[in-house]
């Protein structure tokens, strides 16, 4: 009979049976339970199978290989055989040019009840245009001359893209003061300077971060600076257009303009208030980027010679440019204008910017008859233009006779989805999703779009809307554009 030890269980009651515990017998001699014989048992049979699994795997790989121990094919075995592949279905596919063209007539009367509401006051000049062939499909008051609003963005961003090289970019520069301890921050006349890393408001923005540190690694070792003096030479001239009321600037949506800013003249990035200061706006956020918060922050201009610290770079001009468009920036457009200026060896003012941006718009081809502009953002209430140049500049883009120039259409925001669009024309199940693209134009009293329409047959259209002299608040004149818009989308109209 096998006995079983015993534990200690606080009360010296015996505790139970142990698998594979030592017991002892009545001579005193040692031994062990039958379930400690049954596991060694198992694990010899376990070490034996693992023995001959290894076995028979090395046996496998010399059986592939020759004499000299290579890879030999078994001449009994299939050879492998790919399954047939066809040529990859495009995931992007071009408009067909076999789409039709709709028929001016029936285009007209399906538009015609929309372009008369009541909303618009009798002041809505309209006009659409096949992109492909030119050929205008709808004229109502295109030739009358309208004040553009925002819309005038399309004339900067053409200027600039036929003025400028798209993949310039716009520098800022530091370079060293005229006293120990004073560095100058000079405007290079880009806005999109981004406080945060990276920008909130302009993706692929330089930052003022890495400014500093280039700022800091050019300097003496132990430097403390103590003044940052701010140079915004670049650009001349008032800081606010004629035409723009004394509410615009700072506002929520402009401020004055300098050559040098901060997140776009943002008091806080991502947030709309703009600055009434954007340069010393700037110059403190170097300041505080240095380590020296508390260093005096003045207006100024640099030294000749300065001995350059540091310099970051804006994004290329195209991508500012399909910027301004999309988010309708003034600040940024009224930074390109002034870079057509230069670039046109015009003064960096408002007129220089609006006579530079006018001249390129005739060099490219358009026909400039009867603009007169103020600005390079639309927001002065003196611009003036016929209609019909919105949709020259938006076709030229779209089919590449203002070489470019393609930029423009890619800025252009795209209705429930984005930029100025983001929350417009998103619910109509009539207009496939992406149809509408455009740029936004809303001043008091004034409300436009003008863009490119894909049609429910697939045609490529441009258009352009603007009405003059509404009343309705802005919101019903908005809605009453994206009714437009959407009958155009979802027009076959033969």
Not at 172 to 187: M, R, Y
Not at 234 to 262: M, R
Not at 441 to 461: E, F, I, P, Q, S
Request: hydrophobic share 45%; net charge negative.
């Amino acid at each position: 009979m096998w006995r079983t030890g015993t534990r200690s269980t606080g009360a010296g009651r015996p505790g139970g049976l142990f698998r594979g515990e030592r017991t002892i017998t009545p001579s005193g001699s040692s031994t062990v339970t039958p379930s400690y014989r049954r596991l060694r048992r198992r694990l010899l049979i376990g070490l034996l199978v693992l023995v001959l699994v290894a076995a028979a795997a090395v046996g496998a790989v010399l059986s592939l290989g020759g004499d000299d121990g290579t890879a030999t094919a078994d001449p009994a075995a299939p050879s492998a055989r790919l399954p047939q592949i066809g040529d990859p279905a495009p995931v992007l596919a071009s408009l067909s040019s076999e789409a039709p063209v709709p028929d001016p007539a029936a285009l007209t009367a399906t538009l015609r009840p929309l372009l008369a509401a009541p909303v618009f006051g009798g002041g809505l000049s309209a006009e659409v245009v096949d992109v492909a062939t030119g050929e205008v499909l709808l004229d109502d008051g295109a030739d009358r001359p309208v004040t553009p609003a925002s819309t005038a963005k399309l004339l900067t961003a053409v200027a600039a893209l036929t003025t400028l090289d798209p993949d310039d970019t716009l520098e800022t520069t530091v370079v060293a003061g005229s006293a120990p301890g004073e560095v100058v921050l000079v405007g290079g006349g880009d806005p999109t300077l981004s406080t945060t890393a990276p920008s909130v408001d302009y993706p692929g923005a330089a930052t003022v971060a890495d400014l500093a540190a280039g700022v800091q690694a050019a300097l003496p070792p132990g430097t403390a600076v103590s003044r940052v003096v701010v140079d915004n030479s670049l650009f001349e001239g008032p800081l606010t257009a004629e035409g723009w009321g004394p509410e615009d600037a700072p506002s929520t949506y402009a401020s004055p303009v300098t050559a040098t800013a901060v997140d776009g003249a943002r008091v806080v990035p991502g947030e709309d208030p703009r600055s009434g200061a954007p340069g010393t706006d700037a110059g403190r956020a170097l300041a505080t980027a240095l380590g020296a918060p508390g260093a005096v922050v003045e207006l100024g201009t640099a030294p000749e010679d300065a001995r350059t610290l540091a310099t970051v770079s804006s994004a290329p001009v195209a991508r500012l440019v399909e910027q301004a468009l999309s988010q309708s920036d003034n600040l940024l457009a009224e930074s390109l204008a002034r870079h057509v200026a230069l670039a046109r060896d015009l003064p960096a003012t408002f007129d220089g910017a609006a006579q530079g941006v006018t001249a390129a718009l005739g060099d490219a081809g358009v026909d400039v008859s009867g603009v007169e502009m103020h600005d390079g953002s639309g927001l002065s209430r003196l611009d003036r233009l016929p209609l019909a140049v919105l949709t020259d500049l938006v076709a030229g883009a779209a089919d590449g006779s203002i070489q470019g120039a393609s930029a423009v259409v890619s800025g252009l925001a795209v209705a429930g989805y984005d930029g100025t669009l983001a929350d417009r024309g998103d619910d109509d199940p009539a207009t496939a999703p992406g149809a509408v693209r455009g740029k936004t134009g809303t001043l008091l009293g004034v409300h436009g779009l003008a863009g490119t329409v894909v049609t429910a047959d697939g045609r490529l259209l441009a258009y352009a809307l603007v009405a003059n002299g509404t009343v309705g608040g802005g919101l019903p004149e908005e809605a009453a554009l994206d009714d437009v818009a959407a009958a155009l989308a979802a027009c076959g109209c033969r």
